[in-house]
């Protein structure tokens, strides 16, 4: 018996000597935790010398930001694996290992170029992209079919359809996300494009600049008039992408600017909704600027630089597996999260799941950035705050462009 306890002990310690354990953060905005730890439990089942620990964070993508800077100015190896938001790569750069010699192991030739371009900075690689986004219109087809209705094309189309529609139903005409976080800076982005305007370009502040000037008031303007006139609620001033979409999901909108994860959600066989949505590109601006646009959103994998060799070679394995096309596929049929590899992209199992893709593939390919800067997330809180205040009547859309050009400017020249 003594044998046997003896061996079990020094068992257990070479076990120990060979083991590892990694922490990764995460989201949870729709089913997206639900699906990473199932898609670990396999990986760890798969590598019984490594385990992984989740570390949730905020869904609001601007808090989690602050935590990041937290953790990696403060030197310390935990978290191992970092849940990046795409427009992230080139400010933490410095504290991501250098993943360039990685590029044939992660497979990354079979990835959209755009995903990958967008995690190198200065020709090093330092993050692997993990699923892909880009803000699209969702509506309610019953509706528009009941009062007579097209799919709006352009921005007065659904302002007017969702005016009346939301009148006679008793509902919200059009949710978005204009709480003052990251979301709002892609909305204003999509409406500021849509209607040819511009707020930086080649990296310069170009808000008042008397090509886009009068574009960027319009948009901004006809935000403001969403919420003025009813269109909105005035609570959309405190929404982010889950408020949105369980206004939307439980049926009181007729439509809703969101990213493709809420597809599989109003689809469910619980959602009321189920069956009655429809997707589409987001609307024009007015002629003759007008055009679509959407913003390029999507999340990445990089590893902490001050993690120890071995828990480096840990999380590339997690890496790999996570951003592989089965576990891609997998996140995309049950997270309706849009896979960054194109054969997980077109594989059938995922176009079942998420039959809108073959018709929205463009809206991924021509999706615009954010401006890209070392300083983005101080870029992105001009921003935010200058188009909060006019959505929620602390300032009008002249002043807070006024205003946004200064802040600016005091930041990039």
């Known amino acids: 018996m003594k044998k046997v306890v003896v061996l079990f002990a020094i068992l257990t310690m070479v076990l120990s000597v060979f083991s590892i354990t990694i922490t990764m953060t995460a989201g949870a905005v729709g089913r997206e935790l639900e699906v990473l730890y199932e898609q670990i439990a396999v990986f760890m089942e798969e590598n019984p010398d490594i385990t992984v620990n989740v570390l949730p964070m905020p869904n609001s993508s601007t808090d989690r930001h602050d935590l990041y800077v937290t953790y990696l100015a403060s030197g310390t190896p935990d978290p191992d694996v970092l849940m990046l938001d795409v427009i992230w790569p080139a400010e933490f750069a410095p504290f991501l ?192 600027d007008g055009r679509n646009s959407a913003t390029l959103g999507g999340w990445n994998l990089g590893i902490n630089v001050n993690s120890s060799p071995a828990e480096v070679e840990a999380s590339k394995k997690l890496i790999k597996f996570l951003t592989s096309k089965e576990q891609q596929v997998y996140k995309a049929v049950y997270a309706g999260q849009t896979p960054t590899m194109i054969e997980a992209y077109n594989d059938p199992r995922t176009i079942e799941a998420n039959d809108f893709y073959p018709d929205i593939l463009d809206v991924f390919l021509n999706a615009e950035p954010r401006p890209i800067s070392p300083i983005y997330s101080e870029i992105s809180y001009e921003i935010q705050v200058a188009v909060h205040q006019v959505l929620t009547g602390q300032s009008t859309p002249e002043r807070a462009l006024d205003s946004l050009a200064r802040n600016l400017k005091s930041l990039v020249e």
């Open 97 to 288: 290992v250098d993943l360039t010699d990685d590029y044939d192991y992660f497979g990354l030739d079979a990835f959209f170029p755009g995903t990958v371009a967008s995690n190198t900075v200065d020709g090093s690689l330092v993050a692997v992209p993990w699923f892909t986004d880009a803000g699209i219109l969702y509506y309610r087809k019953d509706l528009l079919e009941k009062y007579g209705y097209d799919v709006p094309e352009t921005w007065d189309e659904l302002y007017t359809a969702a005016k009346d529609i939301s009148a006679k139903e008793g509902i919200n005409g059009f949710v978005w996300q204009g709480a003052r976080y990251e979301g709002l800076t892609c909305d204003v982005m999509e409406f500021v494009h849509s209607f040819g305007g511009e707020i930086m370009k080649d990296g310069k502040v170009v808000v008042d600049d008397p090509e886009y000037y009068d574009n960027n008031l319009a948009a901004i303007t006809f935000m403001n008039k969403l919420i003025v006139d009813g269109v909105s609620p005035a609570g959309v001033t405190t929404y982010m992408e889950e408020e949105a979409r369980r206004i939307f999901q439980n049926g009181d909108a007729v439509f809703m600017r969101n990213w493709p994860y809420a597809w599989s959600l109003a689809n469910a066989p619980e959602s009321p909704v189920a069956g009655k949505v429809g997707i589409t590109v987001l609307p024009k601006g007015p002629a003759p």
